[in-house]
């Protein structure tokens, strides 16, 4: 029977977990420690008596906790975990597939499915020119595999432009564009992003290109994240008497309070649906002034009025 058990659980070792082959001077403890196992789970899944050099051991990637509710089955259970009913039976000591209300079942759970299930959230990475895989997959924690994993590529290759799903917490991006002596910086990696731009009566709508990063005009303090309608996500950025207003963001990098330096990042545009292209808004006030933006970038020609 022991022997049953461990060929049932090597032959599925990809479902939810891996093959450790013993070294030299390991112990169960060490081992549990490498891998956060409970030493009794891995006595119990290996039958292991006598720890030796070279032995085979089946080390799950997460076992997790889960409490039966009403009118649930074994089946049923493990169709939700995408576990077969034999494996569960195994971890919890069952003689059959009886359950009952209440019960609390071990379930062995792989690493990206505990991922993505501690990270419901997700958000979207917008690649940008000369961005890998490996780059992005380090900025954000996560590996290659899940990556294409999420977003169902088969292969590394990327495009500028193109929309990548993250699961978990964006983490705040502090890449810096390089910036001058000017007291302003234009809040795009390029002048050349900019395709066109219509002037409203306090501030300017920028149509670009493509998708892009959006950087920290000014030296400031993050004022006010949110939403407004008819602009999408917002920041407020206070610089001294100075404010500046970005708008029809579509992910938001920063947090209220925080000091940004001129060139951070502060979010990112994408496609609008209803302005049917790629924009930002942006105003800069001077206390309950609108200024025209070829009063504050040196490039006047670049916003002279139309």
């Known amino acids: 029977m022991c022997l049953f058990i461990l060929i049932l659980l090597f032959s599925s070792t990809e479902l939810f977990g891996i093959q450790y082959k013993v070294k030299e001077n390991d112990t169960l403890w060490s081992i549990s420690k490498r891998f956060g196992v409970n030493v009794e789970l891995i006595e119990k899944l290996n039958e292991v008596v006598v720890l030796k050099s070279g032995q085979i051991l089946f080390i799950p990637d997460n076992i997790e906790e889960y409490k039966v509710l009403a009118g649930e089955s074994l089946i049923g259970i493990s169709k939700k975990f995408n576990v077969e009913v034999r494996y569960l039976i195994i971890l919890n000591n069952l003689k059959d597939e009886k359950i009952y209300e209440g019960q609390i079942l071990k379930i ?28 992005i997959a380090k900025n ?136 049917g292209k790629v924009a930002l808004y942006i105003e800069i006030r001077k206390g309950k002034k609108s200024l025209e933006l070829n009063e504050i970038f040196e490039d006047n020609n670049l916003f002279a009025r139309k």
């Open 108 to 135: 062995p759970v792989s690493d990206n499915i505990a991922e993505e299930k501690k990270n419901k959230e997700y958000f979207f990475h917008i690649v940008e020119k000369g961005e890998t895989l490996y780059s």
């Open 140 to 275: 954000y924690g996560v590996s290659i595999e899940n990556i294409l994993k999420w977003n169902d590529k088969r292969s590394q290759n990327l495009f500028v432009g193109e929309k990548l799903k993250i699961y978990g917490e964006r983490k705040l991006q502090r890449e810096k564009i390089a910036v001058d002596n000017s007291p302003w910086q234009l809040p795009l990696k390029s002048r050349g992003l900019l395709e066109d731009y219509t002037k409203n009566k306090r501030g300017y709508v920028f149509y670009l290109k493509e998708s892009s990063a959006i950087y920290c005009a000014k030296d400031g303090i993050v004022e006010y994240v949110g939403h407004i309608n008819g602009y999408d996500k917002v920041v407020i950025i206070r610089s001294g008497e100075y404010k500046v207003v970005y708008g029809y963001l579509n992910e938001v990098y920063v947090k209220k309070g925080e000091n940004l330096k001129k060139g951070d990042s502060i979010g990112m545009v994408d496609y609008h649906s209803f302005l």
